[in-house]
């Protein structure tokens, strides 16, 4: 970009002052340097074709068309190669285009920028899903025409392209003709100086054969090294007698042409109708050009049946349908209305449908990137689908299905012996970065994928997904962390992940990122409970899938004590968790203003190294974990962390804004949330990065939805529910957005004094509301109030057992160890103390991790049974002395202050406990393990005992020893009171060292 030009894009205005929210217009005639920028925004696609929104007549250089199977195999050349490096990089590179049509009056070529533009618009009509465009043009010699051009990629009908042309004669006498062509002599983009646009492209395609009459012109392309084949052709109706054919040009090299030419008069008109298809094989696929001919013979015969009207209609249906589950509405401000309902149009037809493919970086909308898919897809863009859309979220992900043999062969190249490990950046599934400390080392892609299929079922029910793959994939990557992290006895024992790099680029190669150590942490357990679902619901598919993974309860467990004992530090001076073991002993990046050159990130200002010595963030990476994961992290928590992180943060990334607008919004940092959601919402319509030119940024316009119903409307999944907690942003009169949910749409309307929750769609639908349930009911709205009380009423306290009344740890400890050495198994601390907190069960599978022998589900249910028998003959000889100190004084202090008391047990012996400690009549509800499937941390057991009081969870505070029981009391909504050692309780939202310094008055006054 010339300096100059970035200049100019700095200056633009910020938008119209008042436009149609469901038009995006250009109404003046563009300067050469928006020209590739207006082809961005204005690109058409539909998941399957993307057609940039160049003008039909131009033939601009960054005027493109692509297809999702189309692309070139490139080596990828290191003066050092080491094992495991990519080998090769996969580019999506420009197909023919099939848009241009020539003009010539008399004689002479018409050259619009030789002319003079009397009036120009171009339009992109979102509720049409139709590019427009008027041009009143004057030629050199003084003769006016008017051209008005309409252009749809239909999104019921891959690889099609549909163009309506008009042209009348103002004031001009003479022949015209119409040059209908496809070109093929377009190449990819070189890269310059600038890694985020194009590459160095060895091969690319080749016309193979090329054809043209008055009815079809064709022509087949192949690509050199990724042997994809590629046909197009395209055809035309003529509705008015005065335009007829004139001759047919084939050029093997610039492609092929169609002419029709018509005498015009003052006010006549010409209007011709094209179509244009497309059909690829696949990489090495055995497709002929005949048989991909036939294809494309096949899908024009059927477009000519319809006219351009009919198409069109179809089109504006399908885009009606997609809004219905949209349902975006702003009172206010109608150019934000204008730019979400733009971005989630983007987002709505450049996603495939069918698991070819996922959503690019820049979509279909240009060459930046190389068209590469990255962990964006499944972080940013998937979970807007997966509640607008989840037939594309769910095609994205059977993409990953469908390259999940590339991502083993990756994780072997890695020296990892089993598992998956997904590349950072591909197309074919072949990992294509060549710099792998911000490429390979990003293994959080795996925990992106994961989170990815937990949304997409949490939100759709869709269980046959995981038993087609989905459960497959998960197991897969969640092997992976054991072969990256490792048990570290110089921190406890906590389990390290090392030389890895997180969200954050400029800071590569580190230990123990806590985003990655977070979502790995949630992915593991995500992966056992899965397996543990499928068993109970799927039984023949999990052995199936078990089997054919060689998956066995024990490596489950071990994922599991991995997740438990995940490092997860908070800095003990600043309160904030570390981005990584290093981060907060590094220099700060003095942070300079944007230099004269435009946004020029620090990637392209400074070495590697000197950025990676420094505390600077080139996005969101702490804060990342907090909107993926974060229902268990309070909000204190993440305020002190926005604070910190906000001031090292230079936001070189599109990503950034839109997590910092959500974490803004639920901190209360209502003007820089909406600062944020403005930086994400309008970052390719006001070319804030200045690479708009490049493609539009897809994930930045999936965070601005997100902002809007993550961020503003406090949108969360808890329980296997849908939340929320919306705010209203002081600009704004209301809002609304829709939500798909299972069978299910629930339209969300925010007002200035209260929340509108409407099931347009379904029976009945449990959804919460700040915490509390609230039933919705077919075609009736809910009213609730818009700010809520400043904290709930405590009515409850849920007392875990062991550890807080009573020290049973001993007790369990002696029954295993008597078991374990009567069935010859070793029995140590590292074991007892993995085993404290977890029920029965799962005690006995870490106990026969290191059995010799495979025991039979009878035998294990024979010795945990005589496991329990040993465990009640001690607990016979309990008394009230057996209490820890304080706890019946913790426990009569809820009761004097009026409030209800449950205890939550893994024991089922917990009844017959509580009667020998003297202490049963205290306790108002007790829940054990004979009342829940689903153990710590899964919040069952809790929310159980809260419906036992009659209490909404967050009515109750729960009081824990362990971890998993702290995750488990925030999982079920409830604030966490800790008991014990302060490391191993770190996301407690208050710590006490024991049961006795427990003061109920400190929650109720």
């Not at 037939?391 to 299905?401: G, P, T």
């Not at 012996?417 to 197309?427: F, K, M, V």
């Not at 925990?447 to 079922?457: K, N, Q, S």
């Not at 400074?606 to 010595?613: D, E, G, N, S, V």
């Amino acid at each position: 970009m010339h300096s100059n030009e970035a200049q100019a894009i700095a200056m633009e205005p910020a938008h119209q002052a008042c436009p149609d929210p469901w038009r995006v217009v250009h109404a003046r005639r563009p300067l050469a340097y928006e020209l590739a920028k207006l082809e961005s925004l204005f690109a058409l696609a539909n998941g399957t074709l993307g057609v940039r929104g160049g003008l039909e007549e131009d033939s601009s250089p960054t005027q493109g068309t692509f297809l999702t199977g189309v692309w070139e195999r490139t080596p990828i050349e290191y003066h050092e190669r080491f094992p495991g490096f990519a080998r090769s990089t996969d580019t999506r590179i420009p197909v023919p285009d099939g848009i241009r049509i020539g003009l010539r009056l008399g004689d002479v070529p018409v050259h619009l920028r030789e002319g003079e533009w009397l009036a120009f618009e171009q339009a992109l009509d979102l509720r049409a899903g139709c590019l427009e465009r008027t041009l009143r043009w004057r030629s050199p010699n003084g003769a006016t025409i008017e051209i008005q051009a309409e252009r749809i990629v239909p999104l019921q009908t891959p690889n099609l392209l549909c163009i309506r042309y008009r042209v009348t004669s103002i004031d001009y006498s003479g022949p015209l003709t119409l040059e209908s062509a496809i070109v093929a002599d377009v190449s990819a983009a070189e890269q310059g100086d600038d890694p985020r646009i194009g590459t160095r492209v060895k091969g690319g395609l080749s016309i193979t054969a090329a054809d043209a009459d008055r009815t079809l012109a064709s022509l087949c392309q192949r690509t050199q090294n990724s042997h994809i084949r590629l046909a197009c052709g395209q055809r035309h109706r003529v509705l008015q007698s005065n335009l007829a054919f004139a001759r047919a040009i084939v050029d093997e090299s610039e492609g092929v042409q169609q002419h029709y030419v018509a005498d015009l008069r003052p006010g006549d008109s010409v209007m011709l109708e094209k179509f244009v298809a497309y059909a690829c094989s696949r990489p090495e696929g055995g497709d002929t050009e005949a048989s991909l001919l036939d294809s494309v013979a096949t899908m024009l015969e059927r477009a000519l049946t319809l006219d351009f009207d009919t198409h069109r209609a179809e089109q504006a249906r399908a885009c009606a349908a997609f809004w219905q589950e949209a349902d975006v509405e702003v009172h206010g401000d109608s150019a934000v209305e204008q730019a979400l309902r733009f971005n989630l149009f983007h987002l709505m037809q450049s996603t495939p449908r069918d698991g070819s493919g996922s959503a690019a970086a820049k979509g279909l909308t240009g060459e930046g990137y190389e068209g590469h898919y990255f962990w964006d897809a499944e972080a940013f863009i998937l979970p807007a689908l997966a509640f607008t859309s989840p037939e594309r979220a769910r095609s994205m992900l059977e993409y990953r299905v469908n390259t999940l043999d590339r991502a083993r062969n990756h994780a072997r190249e890695m020296n990892h012996p089993n598992g998956a490990l997904y590349p950072w950046r591909t197309i074919s599934g072949d990992e294509c970065s060549a710099y792998f400390p911000s490429g390979s080392a990003q293994y959080h892609i795996n925990a992106a994928i994961a989170f990815a299929i937990r949304l997409y079922v949490d939100a759709t029910g869709d269980i046959d997904f995981l038993v087609r793959g989905g459960a497959e994939v998960l197991f897969e990557t969640a092997r992976l962390w054991h072969h990256v992290g490792n048990f570290n006895p110089r921190r406890g024992n906590a389990f390290c992940i090392c030389q890895v790099t997180g969200p954050d680029e400029y800071t590569a190669l580190v230990d123990n990122n806590y985003y990655t150590n977070h979502m790995a942490q949630q992915h593991l357990r995500h992966a056992a409970s899965v397996a543990s679902q499928l068993g109970r619901e799927r039984p023949q598919d999990y052995a199936r899938i078990a089997t054919q993974l060689d998956l066995s309860d024990k490596e489950i467990a071990a994922w599991l004590a991995a997740a438990d004992a995940m490092y997860l530090p908070v800095d003990a001076e600043l309160g904030i968790f570390p981005q990584d073991d290093d981060f907060l002993n590094k220099p700060r990046l003095p942070i300079a203003h944007p230099s004269e050159h435009g946004h020029r990130p620090l990637l392209l200002q400074l070495h590697p190294l000197t950025i990676y010595r420094h505390q600077v963030c080139k996005q969101a990476d702490v804060l990342q974990a907090f909107v993926l994961a974060g229902n268990t992290i309070d909000v204190e928590s993440k305020r002190r962390n926005f604070d910190y992180y906000e001031g090292v943060t230079v936001h070189d990334s599109t990503l950034s804004a839109s997590t910092f607008s959500v974490v803004a919004a639920e901190v209360g940092y209502a003007q820089k949330a909406y600062g944020y959601f403005l930086d994400t919402l309008r970052v390719d319509l006001d070319n804030l990065h200045g690479n708009t030119s490049h493609g539009v940024h897809m994930a930045a316009m999936a965070g601005s939805w997100m902002a809007l119903a993550w961020g503003f409307g406090g949108m969360r999944v808890v329980d296997g529910r849908p939340a929320f907690a919306p705010t209203l942003p002081p600009a704004w009169s209301s809002y609304r957005f829709g939500v798909r949910w299972r069978d299910h749409h629930i339209r969300i309307a925010v007002k200035k004094d209260r929340v509108e929750y409407t099931l347009t769609e379904g029976a009945q639908l449990d959804i919460l509301h700040r915490g509390k349930t609230v039933m919705l009911h077919a075609g009736h709205t809910v009213n609730l109030p818009l700010h809520a009380s400043a904290r709930p009423e405590l009515k409850g306290v849920i007392f875990d057992l062991d550890g807080v009344i009573a020290d049973t740890a001993i007790v369990h400890h002696a029954a295993w160890k008597r078991l374990a050495l009567e069935i010859g198994l070793a029995f140590d601390d590292a074991i007892g103390e993995r085993i404290k907190g977890v029920d029965r069960r799962g005690s006995l599978d870490i106990l026969l991790e290191r059995a010799s022998r495979t025991y039979s589900e009878d035998e294990k249910e024979a010795l945990a049974s005589r496991k329990n028998e040993y465990y009640k003959q001690q607990i016979e000889t309990f008394g009230s002395q057996n209490l820890l100190p304080g706890a019946r004084q913790a426990v009569e202090s809820v009761r004097r202050a009026g409030l209800k008391t449950a205890l939550a047990s893994a024991s089922r012996n917990a009844p017959l406990l509580l009667e020998r400690l003297g202490i049963a009549d205290l306790f108002d509800y007790v829940v054990d393990a004979n009342h829940i499937s689903r153990a710590k941390p899964d919040p069952e057991i809790f929310l159980a005992a809260a419906r036992g009081l009659g209490l909404e969870p967050s009515e109750c505070i729960g009081v824990e020893d362990a971890a998993a029981g702290i995750a488990s009391i925030h999982a079920a909504g409830m604030k966490a009171i800790g008991v014990g050692q302060a490391q191993a309780l770190a996301q407690a939202d208050l710590l006490l060292p024991n049961v006795a310094a427990f003061d109920i008055s400190l929650f109720t006054t």
